[in-house]
Nanobody, 121 residues
Framework: QVQLVESGGELVQPGGSLRLSCAAS????????MGWYRQAPGKQRELVAT???????NYADSVKGRFTISRDNAKNTAYLQMNSLKPEDPAVYYC???????????????WGQGTQVTVSP
């Protein structure tokens, strides 16, 4: 099993910045993809950004140029630097990883508990 702990969500003013962290722990053989998703009230969970082990990065169009995803493979940790936050960015941000617990098991998806990001004057 893989456990994910997110941190960094808080109240910030429009135009401000936040940095989210997601630390993975537990039985980890490898992590293929680490990503961030978000879900606002009344809306479906949506992709924010993903980063693969080899470095391939994918962003939602709505955050391109403002958010930056990165990962520290030695620490099994992913980060999401969010700049120029807008009123449409508030949501619960969830960390997601595609990871293998052993060399012979198939990869599985794991979710964190989420961290709240609020953007308000």
């Amino acid at each position: 099993q893989v456990q994910l702990v997110e941190s960094g969500g808080e109240l910030v003013q429009p135009g401000g910045s936040l940095r989210l962290s997601c630390a993975a722990s537990g039985s980890i053989f490898s992590i293929a993809v680490m990503g961030w998703y978000r879900q606002a009230p009344g809306k479906q969970r949506e992709l924010v950004a993903t980063i693969a082990n080899e470095g391939t990065i994918n962003y939602a169009d709505s955050v391109k140029g403002r958010f930056t995803i990165s990962r520290d493979n030695a620490k099994n940790t992913a980060y999401l630097q969010m700049n120029s936050l807008k009123p449409e960015d508030p949501a619960v941000y969830y960390c997601n990883v595609l990871a293998k617990s052993t060399s012979w098991t198939l990869p599985s998806n794991y979710w964190g508990q989420g961290t709240q990001v609020t953007v308000s004057p």
